[in-house]
């Protein structure tokens, strides 16, 4: 067992698979699922959907979630962008709606009880009634499940599918 997980993977196993797929199939077979259906259907724009992630990751603590990025038809984010992620307030790399993104990843994890009304006019202004349900549903995701992964000590051997 690596010293830094709390759950016993047999020897051969692939621990993210052995643990969401083998020990609660019923569980986790549908949480990969939703894991996986964010990145497959998401309709939000690349750097967005990297700052709300990002986010996320950083305060998670996820290490397989920081070291990740996600990739679309050959593009990702730049190199320097979860500086700028964790920067949010005040980089001049992000447009609005990206700054948004991070901020309410942020604020949706540390402190979902202080969305206030100054912060959804703000909000509404940018994203629609739809792409800010689809946001909520990826962050829940990654809130969910890096900090699953962390907490039980996977992210430090995961490897993840790709889409």
Known sequence: MNAAMHIDIPDGKEPIGYVWGEMVPGIGIAASNFSLAV???????LREFEAARLRVAQL???AFCLDWRTERDGEKVEEEFADAVTGWRTTDAFDERTRLAAEYAER???DHHGLDEEFWQRMTARYSQREIVELSMCVGSWLAFGRLNHVLGLDSVCVLPRP
């Open 108 to 110: 949706y994890t540390l």
């Open 39 to 45: 990145y497959e259907h998401t309709t939000l724009g």
């Open 60 to 62: 998670n603590g996820c």
